[in-house]
């Protein structure tokens, strides 16, 4: 699970979605908090992103966990 917040900090750890993918609002996922939770336990899909864009969320998610991602990505 990771959060999404209104608040757009501009840092290479989160994601900035926008009503273009479905967000009812701008916001960022906040890949510094990324949690496990039980699939049960979550509520209907709100936006769906493309493979293009899930690669800026593996480059997010590596810096979180201090890996410095690929220079092409």
Known sequence: MVPA???IR???TEVVL???D??????A???DHVA???RSRLGA????LPPARWLEVFRAL???????PPQNM
């Open 22 to 27: 479905g967000m009812p609002v701008a916001c």
């Open 36 to 38: 496990l939770a039980h």
């Open 45 to 48: 899909v709100i936006a769906n």
């Open 29 to 31: 996922l906040d890949l």
């Open 62 to 68: 590596a810096i979180a966990c201090g890996f410095e």
């Open 5 to 7: 917040t209104r608040t």
């Open 18 to 20: 926008t009503p273009d």
């Open 10 to 12: 501009g840092i290479s």
